[in-house]
C-alpha cells in the first residue's frame, strides 16, 4: 500500500499518465477546479454511473429514473433558499489578497466549524483562532472578516439586455430537477408512495478554495436519489436508505469497509430533521463522500408557495392530500470516482520488481480484458490475436489491443490501469510448439499474477 504522505501526489500523476483525468483546459495554463475526464476514466466513470444506476433504479421495484434540464426558472432557486443562503466564509489576506474559506481553515486547526453556522458564529470562532491560520501565500495572519460568498454560479441565458439583473442560474445542486418533476412523475406513472426518483446531474459551485484532486470542483455531477414517504414515515425508511448506501460502497464499488464510516451532522440545516455522511478516508484524511439527508416537507412546500401550483400528493385509499416527506442521498461523482481509484490503487512486489496495480473490481475496470499477440512482428499470432480480440469484443465491448513493448511491460501497463485480465497468443496457440496446446491462450490474471491455458472456446465464459 502506498504510504499516505503521497499517495494523493501518486494517484493524480496515474490518472494523468494512463489517461483517467486531466486538468481543464490544460493547454491553457488549467482552469481551477475543472477536470476532464481522458479515455480510461470516462470509462471508469460511466462504470461507476451504470453500478448505481442498477442499485437504484434496475434493483428497485419503486423508483424512476429521471434526466432534467439543468438550467431552471430563476425563482426555483430562491426557493430553494440557495439565493438567499447557500454560501461560505470567505475571508481576504490584506497582505496578498488571497482569499481562504474560513469554516476550512478552523478545521484544519481542530476546531468544529462548518457551512451551516452563522457568520456571526463562524466570525467569532475566527477570531479567537486567528494567531493559529496564517495565510497558505504569504504566511502573514492579517485576515479581513469573514463574509458569506454566495456559491450559485450565474448566467445570462435567455437575456439579451446585458443588464444581468435577473439571472439564470446554473445549477447549485442537481436534485432540483427531481423536485420540480414531482407532480409530472406523480400525473404521469400513477406511483404509490413511498417511492424514489434517481438522477445523475450536472451542478456547479463557485468554490473559493477547489482543492484536493477531485475532492472538491466548481464542476461536478452528482448522483441522486429522492424518497418521498408519508408524513412522518421518515424514520424506518431513513435507517433502511442509510444501509442500503454503506452496503453498496463495499459490495458494488469493492470500498475497503475500514475506510468507511457515518458521521452525523451536529449543525442541522433548520428544515431537516436529521443528515449523515458517509465519510471516506481519502489519502487527505477521512471527509465526506456522500450524504443522506432527512428534508421533511420543505422542498415540496417551498415550491409550492413559490410556484403557486398544488404539490400536495392525493391518498389513492382515503383521498386525503399531503406534501410527502422527503428523504435525500446525494454524492459527488468526483468523489466517488476518487474513493475508487483510491481505494484500488496497490503498490506491492512481484516477480522481484515493485508494481502498481489498481484492484479494481472487474465492471468497473476502464479495461474488461486486454489482447496480445506475443510478438507483433509474426503475422499468424497477430492474425490470431486479432480473431480473439475481435470475439473479445463483441462480447465486452471495452476490449484493449496490447502489442506495445515486451510481455513484462504489457502487463505492467495493464496493472496500473487495473484491466483484471491479459490473454496472450503465442505458438502454442498456432499449435507449433505443443499440438495438444492449439487454440489455447494464456490468460494472466492481474491480482495474482498467475497464468492459466484457456481454449478460445472457452475463453468467453472463463472471463465471465
Ligand atoms: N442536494 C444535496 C446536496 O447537494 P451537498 O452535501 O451540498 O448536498 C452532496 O452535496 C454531495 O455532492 C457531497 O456529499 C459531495 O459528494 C458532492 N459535492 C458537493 N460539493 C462538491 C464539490 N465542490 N466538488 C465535488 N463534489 C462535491
Redesign the pocket.
Known sequence: MADNDNKMEKIVSLAKRRGFVFQGSEIYGGLA?IYDFGPRGVELLNNIKKSWWKSNVYDKENYFGLDSGMFKHPRVWEASGHVGGFSDPLAECRECNTRIRVDKELANVGVEADEKMSIEEINSLFDAHREEIPCPKCRKKNFSEARAFNLLVKSNLGDFTSGGDDPVYLP?????GIYLNFKNIVDTMNPKLPFGVAQIGK?F?N?IS?RNF???????E?A?TQFFVKPNENKDAYEAIKKDRFDWYVNELGITESKLRWKQHENLVFYAADAW??EYEFPTGFD????V?DRTDFDLTQHQKFSGVDLRYTDPETGEKYIPWIL?T???????FLAVLSDAYHEEEMDGETRVVLKLKPHLAPVRVAVSPLLKNKPELVAKAREVFLMLKKEFGNVAWDDNGNIGKRYRRQDEIGTPACVVIDFDTLGEEKPENKDTVTVRDRDTGEQKRVAISELTEFLK
Open positions: 477546479g447549485g445542486e442537481a436534485c432540483q451542478a459551485r468554490e477547489p477531485l475532492f472538491r470542483t466548481r464542476e461536478m452528482q441522486d455522511d458517509i465526506e463522500l456522500e450524504g439527508h435525500e446525494s454524492v459527488g461523482l468526483g468523489r466517488m
